[in-house]
């Protein structure tokens, strides 16, 4: 590599799941985020089989998927690292992470093994609950799999929530109430994902909080306060402005801020994760209920990262570009 040749950075932004739009938002959020001085970032947009290369919102040449390059001006480009801001499949799941172990790319986020288990939320409550991580008691239902929904409320009580076992998203989440909704819930989460989970609800007040390992080093950022208008956080409550009210640092008292930072270390290192990592838990009483792992959280600008970043002081370009060098000096 020539002294002068920058590492041409990838932020990768699209995907394949119903947060498509959200995603874009967030990579051109991490794209002007890049420092320009150390790094060439470069937009990619990922659709299906479409990957496109953007620049000031034009497309100027498609990927190669062979080497992950591009070619302009008959130039060719290989992009030296990749930034992952897809939400979903397959920037979520590992399956990208698996393409960027065989081409031998370093990336962002954590890697396939982590991505994939936290992605399943069945997988990961199963893994997580022996080492005392405390959840709310929850079934799984295969997609056209018959149901008993009395069973199910009798065991689990009401109301419950119905969400999709693998999305990235708040998409396809029903809060139901009674027996009759119960079936019309389950289908809903089913038009998400291949499964459903149907988890107890655990009445509590949400908060969320992000973590980075960097080097040997973790930062475990300040934690947000989730208070949304709607009954729950729902896809509205997440991205309609005013929906939701979000205070960081949270208004919590010391020991309790404490062990949410803990409790989120602990989780980081279970699930062996990389990057930026954001984990969502109720606080009912005394206690944090695990809620989800989120391996590519949200980086639009007023997402929660980016929200914690700026209460600590510090700046999405900072750590970015930690990442990038750590990863690259691998």
């Given amino acids: ?99 960027f172990e065989l081409l031998k790319v370093p990336y962002s986020t954590c890697n396939v093994h982590s991505s994939s288990l936290t992605f399943n939320k069945w997988f990961c409550n199963n893994y997580l609950r022996p080492f005392g991580i405390k959840m709310a008691a929850s079934q799984k239902l295969k997609k056209g799999e018959t149901f008993d929904a009395e069973a199910i409320v009798e065991q689990l009580g009401l109301p419950i929530f119905v969400k999709p076992n693998a999305g990235g998203s708040s998409f396809g989440i029903t809060k139901v109430k009674e027996v009759s909704k119960v079936k019309a819930a389950i289908e809903k989460a ?84 990389s990057g930026i990592v954001r984990i969502d838990f109720i606080l009912q009483g005394e206690e944090f209920y695990f809620l989800e792992v989120n391996t590519t959280p949200g980086m639009t600008a007023t997402s929660f990262i980016p929200q914690q970043i700026n209460a600590m002081g510090s700046t999405l370009k900072s750590i970015i570009s930690q990442i990038i060098e750590d990863k690259l000096g691998e």
């Fill in 1 to 99: 590599m020539s002294k002068n040749h920058k590492p041409n950075i990838a932020v990768i932004a699209g995907g394949d799941s119903s947060e498509f739009v959200v995603s874009v938002k967030s990579g051109a959020n991490v794209l002007k985020a890049v420092d320009t001085d150390k790094f060439m970032p470069w937009l990619v947009q990922m659709q299906g089989l479409k990957w496109e290369v953007f620049q000031n919102e034009e497309k100027i040449a498609d990927v190669d998927k062979s080497d992950f390059s591009f070619t302009i001006n008959n130039e060719k480009i290989k992009f030296d690292f990749a930034y992952i801001t897809i939400h979903g499949t397959p920037g979520e799941d590992g399956i990208l992470q698996a393409y």
């Fill in 190 to 273: 089913w038009n998400e994902s291949e499964e459903a989970l149907v988890e107890q609800f655990i009445d509590g007040n949400e908060f969320t909080c992000g973590a980075v390992r960097i080097g040997g080093k973790k930062v475990i950022f300040p934690i947000t306060e989730v208070i949304p208008q709607n009954e729950f956080f729902d896809f509205e409550a997440k991205y309609t402005p005013g929906a939701t009210q979000e205070i960081t640092p949270a208004r919590l008292p010391e020991p309790l801020f404490k062990k949410c930072q803990e409790l989120t270390s602990k989780i980081y290192d279970l699930c062996e994760c």
